[in-house]
Nanobody, 126 residues
Framework: VQLQASGGGLVQPGDSLRLSCAAS????????MAWFRQAPGKERDFVSA????????FYADSVEGRFTISRDNAEKMVYLQMNSLEPEDTAVYYC????????????????????WGKGTQVTVSS
């Protein structure tokens, strides 16, 4: 199993970034997918999640209205479009996958996910 996150970088407040996660080694099209992030010295936090079909999405309050999660099952990719970035968004962003056939009720909880990628750094600074 591989989850390869990319697209991070150093940007200024108000800028946008699009993170990508390439998945392989498991049945992507029936897996829930999510993004979590971990800032220095802090615990890992939920950012956003999407059901296998894309019909359900979940967002942390801190990113609602600024971030958009999407997926392409044909390409086995999940994306996180991040707009109006703030310094508080600075963190390592991790892509995660859940093969739980009853995915949804616990989508915001990290123990729902059985596969994790290595993360991509996002730094928002002027």
């Amino acid at each position: 199993v591989q989850l390869q996150a990319s697209g991070g970088g150093l940007v200024q407040p108000g800028d946008s970034l699009r993170l990508s996660c390439a998945a392989s080694g498991f049945t992507f099209s029936t897996s829930g997918m999510a993004w979590f992030r971990q800032a220095p010295g802090k615990e890992r936090d939920f950012v956003s999640a999407i059901s296998w079909s894309g019909d359900r999405t979940f967002y942390a309050d801190s990113v609602e209205g600024r971030f958009t999660i999407s997926r392409d099952n044909a390409e086995k990719m999940v994306y996180l479009q991040m707009n109006s970035l703030e310094p508080e968004d600075t963190a390592v962003y991790y892509c995660a996958a859940s093969t739980n056939t009853d995915y949804g009720d616990y989508a915001i909880l990290d123990y729902e996910y059985n596969y994790w990628g290595k993360g991509t750094q996002v730094t928002v600074s002027s």
